[in-house]
């Protein structure tokens, strides 16, 4: 059963800007009560972390994307969010959300992004 659903992946041009939502697939518990990331993987590497939001709204970035992406949650729309600016080839990668919940890890689907010109 799938517990989280991105979407707002493409392909976008280097320098450009792609926003990211992922949102549970069900609506028996609500973004704003748990600790919640971002991950991604590109081809031949490891999943690595991009971001977290806490829920108490704190929020750390992997060095690589520190400035460019912000991580956010919109608790009303019960959805978050990672806003991606000036993109660069090497953020080519499949994104996944991820939420923490009562000691279980909850992935996603994925959603590709690809970052060329």
């Known amino acids: 059963q799938v517990q989280l659903v991105e979407s707002g992946g493409g392909l976008v041009q280097p320098g450009g800007s792609l926003r990211l939502s992922c949102a549970p697939s069900e609506s028996i518990w609500h973004v704003g009560t748990v600790p919640m990331g971002w991950y991604r993987q590109a081809p031949g590497k490891q999943r690595e972390l991009v971001a977290t939001i806490s829920s108490g709204a704190n929020t750390n970035y992997a060095g690589s994307v520190q400035g460019r992406f912000t991580i956010s949650r919109d608790n009303a729309k019960n959805t978050m969010y990672l806003q991606m600016n000036n993109l660069k080839p090497e953020d080519t990668a499949v994104y996944y959300c991820?939420?923490?919940?009562?000691?279980?890890?909850?992935w996603g689907q994925g959603t590709q992004v690809t970052v060329s010109s």
């Open positions: 991820n939420a923490y919940i009562r000691f279980t890890y909850y």
